[in-house]
């Protein structure tokens, strides 16, 4: 149980949750709803309004409001239990605490607390801690616990908290006091949890403050937007667009972007792919190089360049490291490799932007083979929204293609073409994942499989504005890249990440799509004016009844 939860009277509680009595509030009394669906509302509203609710702070946005609290560097949300997700984003209304997750938890807020003690002296001074310990105390908890809760304080919670202090220093000391304080503060809700509950429909000017700064920068809001909500200005269109612009323009907002995109695609798992060491036996050597090219390469495109979605499928440049990118050139092991402003060329080969790379490639692959199937439903749902329904629930028993020496995979996957219960969805999946057989179950190109001639050629007619026939997936990136498809895909996951939550089948989607068209077309397919556009928008503020 966390430190004070049942001495303090709930420190923290959210107005839901029943806390005039002070039972246990700090101990996560606010769990088991959040639990079950993300607090109080868990369906959405089809009028086009997101539902009033709360919602658990993502590992890393734990990690950031660590920071920003008390200074200390936080890497305690890679330990904790894995994120849950909705539609691949880990920001969303379904996140839990479980007990796995309040053991976690409580062992990294002690150790936590005990950092802070070696920063007293900036977070909480005190001239005579002897005999003004209560009182210094007090005056740190009346500004320390508005940053915690990311609003004002309500005096009862501040008297829990001084109990609570006060219970940590007897027979102690004054340090002892507070990091008993501080690791109640973080394990207590108004912490863990980022309120949308609002007031008449509208979320409090503090609750936009929070929702801002955690969609944009992935932690808690600034100075200067806490000082907007206390000016009651952020119920303005204008000012809220003008914070985000500044947000964007800030490296957490890079960080934040390429989590988006990298999410989005599910590239982002290539820390936890494995592969056959047999059959790719340079690939673990090669994987932290992957993850870095990734990063590096979103956050280049849609932060440092601002650029469009269709940037990201077209460039033909790479930051990869000397030995992956002499993979991709197909250079030998100790051959140079030429840079411009620290990007390689990619013009005299055939890959382009993130279908190019070995992150996606090597995600979307067996661990000893390459998956035709997984790359191709993956752009099919990803990129361009295009439905591909599950196999179960078409009643169809999957069965894979027998393993054949003498055959190469696409020719084994032929099969799906004969058989009448899978050709009405294959005949749409396999032709892309088809194309891209020329690239490996890493990312390495080639052209024999098998002793058998690789053939990556494809005929797509999906009913899409890029069917056509295509020499490779190369070819197919570069139609796919400019389609109106992949524009408003993008779009409907961008909001699906900022409203934390899937809202496929809820009007509040349906209203940020209409937005959108409005939108200059230079401007639809940046992540960053996207998220701006919802920011400024009514939506972003309006809350349907709990």
């Not at 964007?248 to 820390?271: C, F, H, K, N, Y």
Request: neutral net charge.
């Amino acid at each position: 149980m966390p430190v004070g939860a049942s001495a303090a009277g709930g420190p923290g509680l959210v107005p839901w949750a029943g806390n005039a009595s002070g039972s246990a509030a700090g101990s996560g009394a606010a769990a088991p709803v959040a639990a079950n669906g993300g607090g109080p509302t868990a369906a959405g509203s089809a009028s086009g309004a997101l539902p009033a609710r709360i919602r658990r702070l993502t590992n890393a946005e734990f990690d950031a409001s660590v920071k920003a609290l008390l200074g200390v560097e936080s890497k305690f949300g890679a330990s904790f239990t894995p994120d849950t997700r909705q539609t691949g984003f880990t920001r969303n209304d379904a996140q839990r605490v479980d007990p796995v997750f309040m053991t976690q938890l409580d062992a990294a807020a002690k150790q936590l607390a005990q950092a802070a003690k070696d920063r007293l002296s900036q977070l909480a001074p005190c001239n005579d801690p002897n005999t003004g310990g209560e009182a210094c105390a007090r005056t740190f908890l009346a500004s320390f616990v508005p940053r915690a809760y990311r609003r004002p304080a309500e005096p009862r919670e501040l008297d829990a908290l001084l109990a609570v202090y006060k219970i940590g220093a007897e027979g102690a000391s004054y340090a002892d006091g507070l990091a008993v304080v501080i690791q109640a503060l973080l394990e207590s809700p108004g912490f863990l949890y980022v309120t949308e509950l609002g007031a008449a429909g509208r979320l409090t000017d503090h609750e936009i403050a929070s929702a801002l700064a955690y969609l944009l920068s992935g932690g808690p809001p600034d100075n200067e937007l806490l000082m907007a909500a206390k000016a009651g200005q952020l119920q303005l269109p204008e000012v809220r667009k003008m914070h985000a612009v500044r947000l964007l323009a800030q490296p957490a907002a890079a960080a934040q972007l390429t989590r988006m995109v990298q999410e989005w695609l599910g590239i982002d798992r290539i820390s936890d792919t494995a592969k056959d060491s047999k059959v790719y036996p340079d690939f673990e050597g090669l994987r932290p190089a992957m993850q870095k090219e990734a990063d590096a390469f979103v956050s280049e495109v849609v932060w440092k360049r601002k650029g469009s979605v269709s940037d990201l499928f077209t460039a033909d440049w790479t930051p990869a490291e000397d030995a992956l990118a002499r993979m991709y050139l197909n250079l030998q092991p100790n051959a140079q490799v030429t840079r411009n402003d620290g990007k390689v060329s990619l013009s005299g080969v055939r890959r382009r932007g993130l279908l190019g790379q070995a992150a996606f490639l090597s995600v979307y692959a067996h661990a000893h083979e390459t998956a035709p199937v997984l790359r191709g439903v993956t752009v099919l749902r990803k990129l361009a929204c295009f439905n591909v329904p599950a196999p179960t629930s078409l009643n169809v028993n999957i069965v894979p293609p027998v393993q054949d020496p003498q055959k190469t995979t696409r020719e084994r996957f032929a099969i799906h073409s004969k058989d009448a219960a899978c050709a009405a969805c294959h005949k749409n999946i396999d032709p892309i994942g088809f194309s891209f057989e020329w690239l490996d179950g890493m990312g390495r190109e080639r052209a024999m499989e098998n002793n058998r001639p690789i053939d990556s050629s494809a005929q797509l007619q999906a009913g899409l504005s890029f069917d056509g026939s295509y020499a490779d997936s190369g070819a197919l990136s570069a139609q796919l890249a400019g389609s109106p498809e992949l524009a408003s895909c993008f779009a409907r996951h961008v909001f699906r990440n900022a409203a934390a939550r899937n809202t496929e089948n809820e009007g509040a989607e349906a209203a940020f799509l209409k937005q959108v068209e409005a939108m200059p077309a230079s401007e639809r397919g940046k992540p960053g004016e996207l998220l701006a556009t919802f920011v400024a928008s009514d939506l972003f503020v309006t809350r349907g009844a709990q």
